[in-house]
């Protein structure tokens, strides 16, 4: 493992906050030498002051997206905070499956999706909720779009296929047999599910015009991770990408607007936070 400087960990630390928002804070310069160090040898760096330069240097930008792919957590689970899923399961599904019938295409996002989990346990809510209420065949009314940063994560995400240790990362015995298939040592989810979410490689420093609007946003975990400036600037962004007045914004049970945006009103459900848009 290749060790690095203090002066090495600023370069370091501030190339992958300017281009991917993730802020390191002191005393985590065991992460880079963690998480960097094959990458460096590999790349032909004997230290990260070169590294560094490499990284600069590399006008193709594969490199960068290996150092924030190296970087980005991916920590993630199904139905992930119990509190979360039943507003969404109570409140906000049904409200938005009532737009669908009245003719309305319904767009949500997973904004920081990781390898997936989340995006299909939406998906998973959604058929349940219009199976339930016989209305199947509104489903062509919906669509899911699961972004993130980090291009390996992705491709777990748009293959559907988990291992036995992700899958019992808060999955219900009851959802993992009915919409999901055994195939080998890895279970996939099934195409009627799939189909459902669309999964596209997007920095969320970047402009979200080409993404369009959406009748509700998650971006949980995330933003634990982000400069007070860039969660300013995002959440703002977040409140101009949303359609109407009163649509959610749903992030981490550990993470606040107080004091960083005035574009959403705050109630509560049960212990989760719910932010609608004003």
């Keep these: 493992m290749i060790n690095v400087s203090e ?12 281009h991917c928002g993730i802020v390191l804070e ?33 006008k193709s930008g594969h ?35 009532d737009r669908m019938i009245k003719g309305e295409m319904v767009r949500i996002w997973s904004a920081a999706a990781s390898t997936g989990q989340e995006a299909y346990s939406l998906a998973m809510l959604f058929y349940e909720i219009l199976q339930y209420r016989g209305k199947l065949n509104y489903l062509h009314r919906l669509e899911i ?22 899958i019992q990362r808060g999955l219900p015995k009851d959802k993992q047999s009915r919409f999901f298939k055994k195939s080998d040592n890895h279970w996939e989810i099934i195409p009627e599910i799939k189909k459902l979410v669309s999964f596209k490689e997007f920095n969320l420093q970047n402009s979200f015009m080409s993404l369009g609007l959406f009748d509700m946003i998650l971006c949980r975990y995330a933003s634990i991770y982000f400069s007070e400036q860039f969660k300013t600037d ?30 959403f009103d705050i109630e509560y459900y049960q212990n989760a936070m719910i932010n609608l848009k004003k």
């Design 234 to 263: 995002l959440f703002s962004k977040f409140a101009r990408a949303l359609k109407h007045k009163g649509d959610v914004l749903l992030l981490g049970a550990t993470e606040s607007l107080r004091g960083i945006s005035n574009s």
């Design 26 to 58: 002191n005393g985590k310069e065991y992460l880079i030498e963690t998480r960097l160090s094959e990458l460096a040898k590999e790349v032909g760096a004997v230290s990260f002051q070169d590294f560094h330069l490499k990284a600069k240097s590399d």
């Design 7 to 18: 002066p090495e960990y600023i370069l370091l630390k501030q190339f992958i906050e300017n």
């Design 145 to 166: 779009l699961g972004t993130d940063i980090s291009s390996s994560a992705l491709t777990t995400a748009r293959l559907g296929r988990f291992d036995t240790i992700a």
């Design 63 to 97: 490199l960068r997206e290996r150092i924030i792919d190296a970087m980005t957590t991916n920590e993630t689970s199904w139905f992930r905070d119990k509190s979360a899923w039943e507003y969404l399961k109570m409140v906000a599904v049904p409200a938005l499956i």
